[in-house]
Every structure is written in C-alpha cells, then in structure tokens.
C-alpha cells in the first residue's frame, strides 16, 4: 500500500507561484510512477504532470508546461511547482501513484487526500 498526502495549496494571485508536496510513503513507494492530477469543481479529474519512479522521465500537460515542474527526491516526496499561474489552474490538487508512467488517472493505484489551489485575478 502506498499512502500519499499532499500539502502546500493555498491562495495566491494571477502570476504568482506555489509549491505542492505530497508525502509518499509505503513499502513499494519507489517503485511508482507519480503525477499530479487537478480537478476543478463540476469537472473530471485531469492529467497535470507525471515522473517516473528514477525522476528520468516527465510528462506535462500542455496547459501547464513551461510553467509548472514536477519532480521527486530521495526522502519519497513529490513536488510540483506552479509559476505563473492563472485563475484556470485553480483546482483541488492530487498526487497519486502509477505502476507505468501514465497520463490516465484510471491507472492510478493510490491518491491523497487533495490540497486545494485557488489563484484570483
């Protein structure tokens, strides 16, 4: 079992920057593929950024590269820092766990709790 809480969310203006965590912990952790996923109310959960279990391998989406960076260290935490973000990206933000490198929420085993990012104009 892999157990992930996410942290760092909060309010920020249109432009501004945040840095998500999320806190994996498990047996396995390493052996997982990671992403973030957002999902703003009245919509489905979408792709944001994934990185594979080694940090060798990232994806993004295309509304948020250039802008946002996923990445994973040693002591099993995943980041994602937002730069430049837009009132579009205001969304509850959730980090899961993957066996394959994946851009499918529905291939994803484990997801945290959610932190929620608000960005005003």
């Known amino acids: 079992q892999v157990q992930l809480v996410e942290s760092g969310g909060g309010l920020v203006q249109a432009g501004g920057s945040l840095r998500l965590s999320c806190a994996a912990s498990?047996?396995?952790?390493?052996?997982?593929?990671m992403g973030w996923f957002r999902q703003a109310p009245g919509k489905e959960r979408e792709f944001v950024a994934t990185i594979s279990w080694s940090g060798g391998i990232t994806y993004y989406a295309d509304s948020v590269k250039g802008r946002f960076t996923i990445s994973r260290d040693n002591a099993n935490t995943l980041y994602l820092q937002m730069n430049s973000l837009k009132p579009e990206d205001t969304a509850v933000y959730y980090c899961g766990a993957a066996p394959v490198v994946a851009i499918d929420a529905g291939t994803y085993d484990y997801w945290g709790q959610g932190t929620q990012v608000t960005v005003s104009s």
């Open positions: 498990g047996r396995t952790v390493r052996n997982y593929n």
